[in-house]
């Protein structure tokens, strides 16, 4: 038993070792279209209830301060999704962790945390996503297009990362 598990460990040790990571760091730009979104829900809202139900126009005032932080902003919503290249060959669920970032720091819950994900990856482009409940992000693998569900309005980069000088 010793033996087997030394070699099973052999063999895969030096795949362990020389994993390749990698960012797809995927970028959505400022256009009117994302400016407008979330301003247009909260000013309809505080124009019917004002802030009697949910701080309607509390939260519309703090939309459109971020609306004039992104008009200068180098994007408005940016994904980084690091993966182990290895992963990009299996078909199965993988876990894998991703950071979102919004120029729309006001009214974006997860601005810059951690958050675990999974990928799946298939011939013509890697899904990511939370749950298989929520709209899964899509990258096109010919064009690194990508975007939620059938949306192409991020486009992606590979960044590799060095891991030469870490300890362990």
């Known amino acids: 038993m010793k033996l087997v598990t030394l070699m099973i460990g052999a063999f895969l040790a030096p795949s362990l070792i020389a994993a390749e990571m990698v960012n797809l760091v995927c970028i959505k730009p400022v256009d009117d279209a994302f400016l407008a979104n ?18 309607h126009c509390k939260k519309l005032a703090e939309a459109k301060k971020d609306v004039e932080d992104c008009k200068t902003a180098t994007f408005g919503l940016k994904r980084v999704i690091t993966i182990n290249k290895s992963l990009l060959n299996q078909m199965e669920p993988q876990p894998i962790e991703q950071v979102v ?6 009214m974006f819950t997860y601005n810059g945390t951690v958050q675990k994900s999974w990928l799946v990856a298939s011939p013509s482009f890697l899904q990511v996503g939370f749950t298989k409940e929520k709209l899964d992000f899509n990258i096109d693998r010919k ?26």
């Open 143 to 168: 064009d690194l297009s990508a975007g939620l569900g059938v949306e192409r309005d991020y486009q992606c980069k590979i960044e590799e990362i060095d891991t030469s000088s870490n300890a362990i």
């Open 101 to 106: 970032y919004s120029c729309k720091t006001r």
């Open 38 to 55: 979330g301003t247009d829900f909260y000013q309809s809202r505080c124009d019917k209830y004002g802030d009697s139900m949910g701080n």
